[in-house]
C-alpha cells in the first residue's frame, strides 16, 4: 500500500543549529502539507503545496522556517536556527487534488533541540 | 480566530462502555469536519462529515453535525482496548487551500 514517506525519523540537534527534514508523498497527490505536533496538541499547519506552488504558508515562522517543493514531488522542510520551542513531531501529509479532507500522513520527524 | 476545541481532553472507560467524545468549532468559510485516529504515530482518517444531522456509521464508530449549534459527536459503543487513542477533530476552511484546523484531541484510554 503506498505510503506517505518521511526522514529522518528523529533527529537530535542543538540550538542554532540548522536540520532539514525530507518528504516523499504518495504518487500522484498533487497537495502537501507540512505540520507540527507539539506534545499534548493536535497538529498545526505550517506550509501547503500544491504541485510546486506554495498554497498557504501563514503559520510558517519565516524568519526560520522555509520549505520548498521543486518539482512537485517531494519536500524539504529547514530550520535555521533551531531554537527550543521548535522541538515537536514534524508531520507531512498528502492529498490527492479536490480530496484535501483524505489527508495521508507520514509517520513523522521526531525533532529535539537541546 | 478561528476555533476548534474538544472535549473531555482525556477519558478512562472500561471495555464495554460506550463513550462520546465532543467537537466545538468557531471558524469563517466551513467546508467539512473531520475526524481523525492518531495512536503512537499519525493520524488516519475516520470520518468527514459536511451535513447536518446525518449520521455517519463505521462498524462500532459514529459520528454526527450539528451545523446550526457547530459541533460534533463521535461515538464510540462496546469499546474494546484497541480503541485506546487520541481523538482528533479537524474543521475543513475553504480559504484558498482548504487548511485543516485541528483540536488538541480527546485521549482515550480503554482498560480491560
Known amino acids: 500500500e503506498a505510503e506517505v514517506a518521511q526522514s529522518p525519523r528523529y533527529k537530535i540537534t542543538e540550538k542554532s543549529q540548522a536540520v532539514a527534514f525530507w518528504c516523499d508523498p504518495i504518487s500522484g497527490h498533487a497537495t502537501l502539507y507540512w505540520y507540527r505536533q507539539i506534545l499534548g496538541q493536535g497538529p498545526e499547519l505550517l506550509v501547503q503545496?500544491?504541485?510546486?506552488?506554495?498554497?498557504?504558508d501563514s503559520q510558517l515562522p519565516k524568519d526560520r522556517f522555509s520549505a520548498e517543493r521543486l518539482k512537485g514531488v517531494d519536500s524539504t522542510l529547514k530550520i535555521q536556527p533551531a531554537e527550543l520551542g521548535d522541538s515537536a513531531m514534524y508531520l507531512c501529509?498528502?492529498?490527492?487534488?479536490?480530496?484535501?479532507?483524505?489527508?495521508?500522513f507520514g509517520p513523522g520527524t521526531r525533532l529535539t533541540v537541546l | 480566530e478561528d476555533k476548534v476545541v474538544q472535549s473531555p481532553l482525556s477519558l478512562v472507560v472500561h471495555e464495554g462502555d460506550t463513550v462520546t467524545l465532543n467537537c466545538s468549532y468557531e471558524?469563517?468559510?466551513?467546508?467539512?469536519l473531520l475526524w481523525y485516529k492518531q495512536e503512537k504515530k499519525a493520524p488516519t482518517f475516520l470520518f468527514m462529515l459536511?451535513?447536518?444531522?446525518i449520521e455517519k456509521k463505521s462498524g462500532r464508530l459514529s459520528s454526527i453535525l450539528d451545523k446550526k449549534e457547530l459541533f460534533s459527536i463521535l461515538n464510540i459503543t462496546a469499546t474494546q482496548t484497541g480503541d485506546s487513542a487520541v481523538y482528533l477533530c479537524?474543521?475543513?476552511?475553504?480559504?484558498?487551500?482548504?487548511?485543516?484546523?485541528f483540536g488538541k484531541g480527546t485521549s482515550l484510554l480503554v482498560t480491560p
Open positions: 503545496f500544491q504541485d510546486e506552488s506554495v498554497v498557504d
Open positions: 471558524v469563517t468559510n466551513f467546508r467539512s
Open positions: 459536511t451535513s447536518s444531522g
Open positions: 479537524a474543521v475543513e476552511i475553504a480559504n484558498s487551500g482548504y487548511a485543516l484546523n
Open positions: 501529509a498528502s492529498s490527492l487534488r479536490d480530496r484535501e479532507y483524505e489527508q495521508f
